[in-house]
């Protein structure tokens, strides 16, 4: 299998340390895919099909802060959101540095960031498209009608 998945905003690749995914990547991946990056990518693929909600993947965490908070972004269900301030109060750090360590998750979508918002705004996404590609994932997940 190659390494790269396509999807409506670009390729997806994903990188490994040969135990974890430890990243996605918005790029064309290089040459084949390990077995991990194949499983991760069937697994992408069946989600943006809809036939998917919760991935089973070992992913790298992170250590403090950014582990809880990503920890606590996988916790949050399929077409549903929290807010920065949600992920605060869980996770007992400042909304502003949860903030940091959703916009710093090396592994969005398979650790749902696209499903953290502001307060009053959408909040950011490092996905090519920026918050339409955020936008586009909510709706693909039913949870427009919780934002427009």
Known sequence: MTA??????GPISLRDDGQRITALDWQPGQGAATALQAEGLRQLAEYFAGERQVFDLPLDWGQG???????????????????????????????????QAC????????????????????????APGGVETKVALLRHEGAAGLLI
């Open 65 to 99: 802060l950014h582990e809880r908070v990503r920890r606590a972004m996988a916790g949050i269900p399929f077409g549903e959101t929290r807010t920065y301030g949600d992920i605060a109060r869980a996770v007992g750090a400042p909304a502003q540095a949860v903030g």
């Open 103 to 126: 916009g710093a998750n090396p592994i969005p979508i398979l650790i749902p960031c696209h499903r953290v918002l502001g307060a009053r705004t959408l909040g950011g996404f490092s």
């Open 4 to 9: 790269t998945l396509q999807w409506p905003f």
